[in-house]
């Protein structure tokens, strides 16, 4: 009997989409395999429940069991912890739980006093939540203004990458 090593779960909101996929590394005695095994647009966003369908859905088009599985590695966001809670209930399975490293070490680094990034940051936030100081940006740096996401483990990194390559243009942009 082969066994599911390690169930990947990870969930993307593309536009407007939510997709989620699923990946599995199967462990036999000569062999190991690492597949993708559902991708699936979502008609809302994540949720527990939406989780435990997708993982349900990908593990029977693999003719797999919950049982079959012994690690899952996930992002630490709450719909994933309680949707692992929820299988390990309904199911009777007691499922390693790996959290992804970047969103430890992001989270992680939030907690972190850190305050000059952190006044930097907050004065970001707070002068681009006005639509005109993004139309502004836009139209000075020729690039839109990254969004930020409290769930993506990357937004954080992504918005302060590119504010920093554009520096240069934002005292053209304050003098405006």
């Known amino acids: 009997m082969n066994k599911v090593q390690t169930l990947d779960i990870l969930g993307n909101v593309l536009g407007t989409d939510y997709v989620t996929h699923l990946c599995v590394h199967i462990v036999g005695k000569a062999f190991t395999v690492h597949r993708l095994i559902l991708l699936d647009f979502l008609e809302s966003s994540m949720n527990s429940g939406n989780v435990c369908s997708a993982i ?47 969103h430890c070490t992001n989270n992680a680094g939030d907690q972190a006093n850190f305050p000059t990034f952190a006044t930097m940051w907050s004065l970001l936030m707070k ?50």
């Open 56 to 102: 349900q859905k990908g593990l029977v088009s693999r003719r797999l069991f919950h049982k079959d599985v012994s690690a899952v590695s996930a992002d630490g966001c709450s719909v994933n912890l309680k949707a692992h809670l929820d299988i390990e209930r309904d199911y009777d399975v007691k499922w390693f739980l790996n959290i992804c490293i970047s």
């Open 127 to 176: 002068l681009f939540t006005s639509d005109n100081a993004k139309v502004l940006w836009e139209r000075t740096t020729k690039v839109a203004w990254l969004l930020h996401s409290n769930t993506r483990w990357f937004s954080k990194y992504d918005v302060v990458e590119r504010f920093f390559k554009y520096f240069g243009d934002v005292t053209i942009m304050l003098e405006k």
